[in-house]
């Protein structure tokens, strides 16, 4: 498996509303996703639970490098996942590729109420506290 089939999957997620803790078609949050691509795929579960709504701490971040091959911002490829922290915010992604070049990112996000591709801009990389892949991912 690689990038490609992780954003293959990821993007059949676009348009699929915003559910706190959702795991499903009828509804995913930013872990949500990732967790439903990884199922879609036939991967191995990996999941976290009983989280709230918004955080302060870091276990976001801490499931994320107990669980995934973490890559620096330079390695960056398709299907990898961000983690973002920013004040009591945290997201994660998943790494797309643009029609325009550069990269994309496809996510679940709350103020869209849906699961969304945008542009990874550097806004958003300012904030990004990790960059991880799913170990069965090849280049």
Known sequence: MNGADIVRVARGFIGVRYRHQGRSRNGVDCIGLPVCVRAELGLSPLDAAGYGKSSTGSEMLDYCKANMAEVSRADLQLGDVLVQMDGTARHMAIVADC?????????????????????????????????????????
């Open 99 to 139: 029609a325009y070049g550069g990269f994309s990112i496809i996510h679940a996000w709350l103020p869209n109420r849906r699961v969304v591709e945008c542009r990874l801009d550097d806004y958003f990389m300012q904030t990004v506290r990790g960059c991880f892949r799913f170990p069965e991912v090849t280049a």
